[in-house]
């Protein structure tokens, strides 16, 4: 192999790309668009825009007289700017927390109605008081929730104990500072954006092989090959520039959604993970490209048949694709699929690069894209280089 | 002292699905010679020069260049070799420059001695003003010239020209005529096809001339019109196939 042969075509494309519109506007301009126009029409947050809290309470009162946490879920719920949703599964009621539903949750104690017994029975005794506390969990994520639901959940209180008016300097019971959960307040778009970086990449299929299909009429994979550059150094050369046009691709698509709002919830492994299966999964279209190349004879009939290749991997596997039991079944068959699965798991559940799921993932990408990629090497070397 | 072979075709024939290309094509070329292979349209000349540079198989025979088979000996072969093809292939997205910059860089030639070559040959095919414009902005004679400059960048020492100044403006052609003539100073062999018979005649040491893939005549333009008493090549064309070897337009 020899590299500087290999990088000076890859440079080629490079250039290729800058000069040539309709590359640029296929492979840059129009997944920046689309990522620009879905976050404007899907990007609003459901919470943040009202003025309405949703707090889960969890009653764990076990004490004798229940009408105290009775009092104190009517007091929060009469409050205009708090919704109370009450669970009895404390899991459920973190998994809510964690995708956005409420934005704060409260356990009440176990011996919460003692307490306030004791309160009652010698409000200005502070020495016979038996002390509890309230956990209160807040979605970091909104800093109106941490700031605003405490105060409101001390004034419910203070409202239980000692009724409307009664500022009381005082209680035995504390609502604990709130233990800040990374509660992901997800739009329609966030949802969205892993899909749209597959999008844009499946299109390199039809650029790999509109350009393997225009260099061929133009004799310029001939006199490539009368050269001493090897195939294997020319397809190297192309995979690499397609990986490289991906990647940039994609930090073109994030830095745009990214200005709209979108916010991963992962760390620097998982979004440079992220961009390997990218680039991984360019491979899988240069190949795709390359067997589209070997079947058109020529650059029009190239497009057309691209999009055999193309449209699958959109609907089945993209943020196009719908939500049916059909759907989900068929997808199992296009590598976009498991691209969008690996970079939802990873940009928006916050999988840890070593987690099962998205190994699995990150395995069929890879097998898809070596097969492809073989595949289309040798199709195209065989029959298509004529 | 023997002059060295540099291109050997030895029984060569090649056949496609309908048609015989080339029937039993036999010429030696010496080192340092300048050769035209003359010929009408389809009489099989890029058909000579594709499987000369390895881009297509004989059906049989063989071609071996400077001692080295086609076939076996690709690799060693392509680094002495330049092919200017008849049709320009050039990135129309890179500049004139830019594309044999492409081509230079795919030869184990040392960067500062590629460099003189680029900038020698740019002058000399007269596109120094034009080298940095984009290929697709060309006109035709220009993207022939620059098509003509990617063959010789890595300063090959056998060259293989088809139809060079086809559908050229002349002074287009006299710029490629003299590169040409340069080049065989240099002591470059070179094998040039043409259908144009005064191009032969004013350039070449010997030419080959065929007609539908078979050689019908074989020597230098001065032996030939003494052989055949005829003034110029073009009536030793009829005379040997009683056609013109341009078709007139109807
Ligand atoms: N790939 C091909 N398939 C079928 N026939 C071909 C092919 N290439 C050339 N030929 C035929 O071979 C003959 C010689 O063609 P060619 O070498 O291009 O002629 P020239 O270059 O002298 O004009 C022509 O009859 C042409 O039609
Ligand atoms: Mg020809």
Same mark, same amino acid.
């Given at each position: ?103 704060a949750l409260i356990v009440i104690p ?24 309230i956990p209160l969990y807040c979605d ?38 709130? $233990? ?58 192309? $995979? ?89 079944a068929a997808a199992k068959f296009v590598? $976009? ?50 | ?11 060569? =024939? ?5 048609? =015989? ?130 063959? /010789? ?7 293989? /020209? ?26 470059? =062999? ?61």
């Amino acid at each position: 192999m020899n590299f500087p042969r290999v990088s000076s075509l890859t440079k080629k494309e490079q250039k290729k790309l800058l000069r040539e519109p309709a590359a640029l506007f296929l492979i840059i301009l129009f997944p920046i668009a689309l990522t620009l126009a879905f976050g404007v029409s899907f990007g609003a947050v459901g919470g943040t825009s009202a003025t309405t809290y949703q707090v889960g309470v969890i009653n764990a009162d076990v004490s004798p007289n229940h009408s105290w946490s009775q009092h104190f879920v009517a007091n929060l719920a009469a409050s205009q700017i708090l919704k109370v949703t009450m669970y009895t599964d404390e899991a459920a009621a973190h998994a809510d927390l964690a995708q956005g539903k409420i934005q704060a949750l409260i356990v009440i104690p176990a011996n919460f109605g003692i307490s306030c017994d004791s309160f009652a029975a010698a409000p200005s005794d502070a020495t016979r008081w038996i002390a509890t506390s309230i956990p209160l969990y807040c979605d970091s994520g909104s800093m109106f929730a941490t700031q605003a639901i405490p105060p409101l959940l001390e004034q419910a209180l203070a409202t239980t104990l000692s009724g409307a008016h009664t500022a009381a300097v005082a209680l035995p019971v504390q609502i604990e500072s709130p $233990s800040l959960v990374q509660a992901t307040e997800r739009s329609a778009f966030d949802y969205m954006v892993p899909g749209i970086f597959a999008y844009a990449v499946i299109f390199l299929t039809m650029t790999v092989a509109q350009s393997f299909t225009v260099d061929r009429e133009k004799g310029l994979l001939r006199r490539i090959g009368i050269t001493p550059t090897t195939p294997t150094e020319f397809m190297t050369s192309q $995979s690499v520039a397609n990986m490289g046009i991906a990647v940039v691709q994609v930090a073109l698509v994030f830095a745009v959604a990214f200005a709209v709002g979108f916010r991963p919830n992962a760390a620097v492994p998982g979004l440079v993970l992220a961009f390997g299966i990218v680039a991984i999964f360019a491979l899988c279209n240069v190949g795709f490209g390359l067997i589209t190349a070997t079947v058109a004879k020529s650059p029009g009939s190239a497009t057309g048949i691209a999009f055999l290749f193309i449209l699958p991997q959109m609907f089945l596997g993209t943020f196009v694709a719908a939500a049916s039991s059909g759907v989900q079944a068929a997808a199992k068959f296009v590598p $976009s699929y498991y691209v969008t699965d690996a970079l939802t798991s990873l940009l928006l559940r916050g999988a840890p690069v070593t987690s099962p799921l998205v190994l699995k993932d990150i395995a069929v990408v890879v097998g898809f894209s070596f097969v492809a990629l073989v595949v289309g090497v040798v199709l195209f070397r065989r029959y298509g280089n004529a | 002292m023997i002059a060295k072979k540099a291109v050997v075709i030895d029984h060569l =024939t090649k056949t496609f699905d309908d048609a =015989t290309a080339l029937a039993d094509l036999n010429v030696e070329i010496k080192a340092g010679e300048l050769f035209g292979l003359l010929g009408p349209n389809g009489a099989g000349k890029t058909t000579t020069i594709n499987i000369l540079c390895g881009l297509q198989e004989p059906t049989s025979g063989s071609v071996r260049i400077c001692g080295f088979d086609v076939g076996n000996g690709t690799r060693k072969v392509k680094e002495l070799i330049g092919v200017c093809p008849q049709e320009p292939a050039l990135y129309s997205y890179l500049t004139g420059r830019e594309n044999v910059e492409l081509f230079g860089s795919l030869y184990s030639v040392p960067k500062d001695r590629m460099r003189k070559n680029i900038d020698a040959l740019i002058e000399k095919i007269g596109l120094t003003e034009d080298a940095n414009r984009r290929v697709s902005k060309y006109s035709g004679g220009m993207q022939r010239r620059i098509n003509l400059a990617v063959a /010789l960048v890595h300063d090959p020492d056998i060259v293989f /020209l088809d139809e060079p100044t086809a559908a050229m403006d002349p002074q287009s052609r006299h710029a490629v005529w003299d590169v040409i003539r340069d080049l065989n100073r240099q002591g470059k =062999t070179i094998i040039l096809t043409t259908h144009y018979m005064e191009e032969a005649e004013q350039l070449c040491d010997r030419v080959g001339i065929i007609d539908h893939g078979e050689l019908v005549a074989l020597d230098s333009p001065a032996q030939l019109k003494a052989q055949y008493c005829e003034e110029t090549l073009e009536d030793v064309f009829i005379q040997l196939t009683g056609k013109r070897i341009r078709e007139e337009p109807k």
